[in-house]
């Protein structure tokens, strides 16, 4: 069963960076499409980045040029590096692993607050 745990949210200010970490158990981590997304309050969830298993990356609009998503596949982790965060970046961030093109499993969450 897959299984995937994030870590590293938490409060920041406006301006300043964090790291987001996901570790993926339960399956081939190098096989399959990962990503993260998000959903702030009272939106809806929306895509922030993702990254194939040959390290292709797509990223949302309004993250281009901030946030970094990598992976080490040796340590079945995925990262997303967010820098020059701003208050609208505060959601709960999900970790997503594109299974098969039609299964996805998510992680619990991980709430990112920028303070202004």
């Known amino acids: 069963q897959v299984q995937l745990v994030e870590s590293g949210g938490g409060l920041v200010q406006t301006g300043g960076s964090l790291r987001l970490s996901c570790a993926a158990t339960?399956?081939?981590?190098?096989?399959?499409?990962m990503g993260w997304y998000r959903q702030g309050p009272g939106k809806q969830r929306e895509l922030v980045a993702t990254i194939t298993n040959w390290g292709s990356t797509n990223y949302g609009d309004s993250v281009k040029g901030r946030f970094t998503i990598s992976r080490v596949n040796a340590n079945n982790t995925l990262y997303l590096q967010m820098n020059s965060l701003k208050p609208e970046d505060t959601a709960v961030y999900y970790c997503?692993?594109?299974?098969?093109?039609?299964?996805?499993?998510w992680g619990q969450g991980n709430q990112v607050t920028v303070s202004s």
């Open positions: 997503n692993m594109n299974y098969d093109g039609w299964n996805h499993y």
């Open positions: 339960g399956s081939i981590f190098s096989l399959h499409t």
